[in-house]
């Protein structure tokens, strides 16, 4: 049978918006697909090792109710990702910005990343 091929884009970086890009790609790389997980200029401080997620306003009730419920972090979560074979990905990153990587990550164009998306059996943005 032949690998299925996922690309998953995470185009911000508030607590709300940092989950589903990540359970998506650990899904599917635990499905046995082949994952790209990419990150926007946006959603690049997900991989900062100093990214300390903050919900949008008036959902600041959320901070809680995943603690409360034992939810894995942003980080434990993005660490699953990797650990089950998802390949990290920035694109178009300004190189004046500097992060400190919690994984290595390669940086690619856009046009990169749309080609990748094009040939994938299921390409998702959050």
């Given at each position: 049978?032949?690998?299925?091929?996922?690309?998953?884009?995470?185009?911000?970086?508030?607590?709300?918006?940092?989950?589903?890009?990540?359970?998506?790609?650990v899904?599917?790389?635990?499905?046995?697909?082949?994952?790209?997980?990419?990150?926007?200029?946006?959603?690049?401080?997900?991989l900062?090792?100093?990214?300390?997620?903050?919900?949008?306003?008036?959902?600041?009730?959320?901070?809680?109710?995943?603690?409360d419920?034992?939810?894995?972090?942003?980080?434990?979560?993005?660490?699953?990702?990797?650990?089950?074979?998802?390949?990290?990905?920035?694109?178009?990153?300004?190189?004046?910005?500097?992060?400190?990587?919690?994984?290595?990550?390669?940086?690619?164009?856009?046009?990169w990343?749309?080609?990748?998306?094009?040939?994938?059996?299921?390409?998702?943005?959050?």
């Amino acid at each position: 049978m032949e690998k299925k091929k996922v690309v998953v884009m995470a185009l911000h970086d508030e607590l709300e918006s940092a989950y589903p890009p990540l359970n998506v790609a650990v899904g599917a790389a635990s499905s046995g697909a082949d994952v790209i997980l990419a990150f926007s200029r946006r959603g690049v401080n997900i991989l900062d090792k100093r990214y300390v997620p903050v919900p949008s306003e008036d959902l600041e009730y959320l901070s809680n109710a995943l603690n409360d419920f034992g939810v894995s972090s942003v980080h434990d979560l993005l660490g699953i990702a990797v650990e089950m074979g998802a390949q990290l990905y920035v694109v178009d990153m300004d190189m004046n910005d500097h992060f400190e990587f919690i994984h290595p990550a390669e940086q690619v164009p856009i046009k990169w990343l749309l080609n990748e998306a094009a040939s994938a059996d299921l390409f998702m943005h959050f």
